[in-house]
């Protein structure tokens, strides 16, 4: 076995690890699974919206497409800190007012449980279709580089990603954003 597959295999464990230890947080409540109970501080909001925005395309289609075209692609990620101020600054104190942990409850609250059913599936098949061409865009990349298959690679990442937010809910998922956000940072200081 490669030093290079071991590595991902630890990692993997790891992160299946993380949704095991803070399963006791995340079984009471849908506030708790979402949004941790509103008991999560700044800091862990924001390295898991900082993670959120990473991903191959961060760092080779739009360092890529800034280099041939220029400053344009960079407005990508302006229009992104534009949208994060607008939902900090509009968004964010409507929905603590009404105290909902996702948007779903608003949706319900304002129109009603028809409204609610209506946008759930409406947005289901969208949100599936895109998680794959995730999964997929680094089953490829991943492939290339550990010559692993691609079946493998979607399937055994997307069990672990399942099992890690299943069980941990929010706290899993914002204690393994925050650990990916150590590791990027550790890796580009030193």
């Not at 597959?5 to 790891?14: A, N, S």
């Not at 700044?42 to 890529?64: H, K, N, R």
């Not at 534009?82 to 105290?99: I, M, S």
């Not at 409850?105 to 969208?126: D, V």
Request: charged share 10%; aromatic share 16%.
């Amino acid at each position: 076995m490669k030093i290079d597959i071991l590595v991902i295999v630890i990692y993997f464990m790891f992160m299946m690890a993380i949704g095991y230890f803070f399963q006791k947080h995340a079984s009471n409540s849908t506030s708790d699974y979402f949004s941790g109970g509103g008991k999560m501080l700044w800091w862990m909001v924001g390295g898991t919206a900082f993670m959120t925005q990473f991903s191959a395309m961060t760092f080779t289609g739009m360092a890529g497409d800034a280099f041939t075209k220029g400053i344009g692609p960079v407005v990508v990620f302006y229009a992104n800190a534009l949208g994060y101020l607008t939902c900090f600054l509009w968004f964010a104190p409507k929905a603590r007012q009404l105290r909902i942990a996702t948007p779903i409850e608003g949706i319900r609250m304002r129109f009603g449980n028809t409204s609610e059913q209506a946008f759930t599936w409406a947005i289901m098949l969208p949100n599936i279709i895109s998680a794959g061409v995730w999964l997929n865009a680094l089953a490829i990349f991943a492939s290339a580089v550990f010559e692993v298959s691609i079946d493998i690679t979607i399937i055994v990442t997307g069990l672990v990603v399942l099992f890690m937010s299943l069980t941990g809910g929010a706290w899993a998922v914002i204690a393994s954003d925050f650990m990916q956000m150590i590791i990027l940072m550790v890796r580009h200081v030193s």
